[in-house]
């Protein structure tokens, strides 16, 4: 089975490359000796169990996901500045419905230890995957297992499905293509959760920012407990303003 991401070729910001890889994927396929996923993350970086065990079938009909689940959103706007001063900030809503576990607690090296890029992990308790903010589709595994964004703020998102889940055959079903142009909450992948628990190491899902580095920045505010897909803030990423020192140097 092919694991090559196909990838976009628009550019962005300087450094960046615009879109999620390969350079920062690649990096996944150098680390740990479990090579079946190290592919598959190289081409796109508190517990619980899931609920139901089988796949999502809240499927309404509509291209986005309002009203996945009663109501407890949150009232938060997900795309808030979350930073004062002369910096920038965005609130990157969760892509997945489920319980938040610390990047650290990812059973892979490649995102525990922040390889390929800083985020957190949500443990999936329904199956439909939202895009969390406005952007394009910028790489695609023909597997469906892991989706890279490029959001319009000029963040560089990796959602990766599972860990070691690359041949879990059946499990993905991708609703969008590479080059696509996607709104917040527009619905990306359905996973069926049941495959993916019996197929996958792990079913714990990886969300990144794979270009913090270029951007000089950080992630702060990581959710804890359940959230709401494309409803509740997972997490917040802050750099400096340009003209602002990043990485001890000026922008």
């Known amino acids: 089975m092919d694991e090559r991401p196909i990838t976009g070729t628009r550019s ?14 690649a990096a996944a396929g150098k680390a740990g000796p479990d090579g079946a996923d190290r592919g598959a993350a190289a081409g796109v970086r508190g517990a619980g169990s899931p609920g139901g065990g089988g ?3 809240a499927r309404n009909g509509h291209d986005t996901a309002g009203g996945m689940g009663p109501g407890t959103a949150t009232g938060r706007d997900p795309a808030a500045p979350a930073t004062g001063g002369g910096g920038r900030g965005v609130a990157v809503p969760a892509p997945v419905t489920g319980r938040v576990v610390p990047l650290d607690q990812v059973p892979d090296p490649v995102f525990a230890e922040r390889m390929v890029g800083d985020g957190a992990a949500l443990l999936p308790e329904a199956g439909e995957v939202v895009a969390p903010l ?6 695609l ?3 469906g297992h892991a ?7 000029g963040l560089e998102l990796l959602i990766h499905l599972g860990i ?9 079903e991708p609703l969008v293509q590479v080059g696509d142009r996607v709104a917040a909450g527009q619905r990306l992948i359905r996973t069926d959760l049941q495959r993916l628990a019996a197929a996958a190491r792990a079913p714990v899902s990886p969300v990144l920012v794979t270009n913090l580095e270029e ?6 505010a990581v959710a804890q407990g359940f959230v709401w897909a494309g409803r509740d803030v997972l997490f917040r990423v802050v ?4 003209g602002a020192e990043a990485n001890g140097k000026p922008r």
């Open 12 to 25: 962005g910001p300087a450094g960046t490359g615009g879109v999620v890889g390969p350079q920062a994927l």
């Open 55 to 57: 796949p999502d079938t």
């Open 134 to 139: 406005a952007g394009t589709v910028t790489a």
């Open 141 to 143: 595994f023909p597997t």
């Open 147 to 153: 989706v890279g964004l490029r959001t319009d703020d």
């Open 164 to 172: 070691d889940s690359a041949h879990a055959e059946g499990a993905f």
């Open 215 to 220: 951007l000089g920045g950080r992630i702060e």
């Open 239 to 242: 750099w400096p303003a340009a």
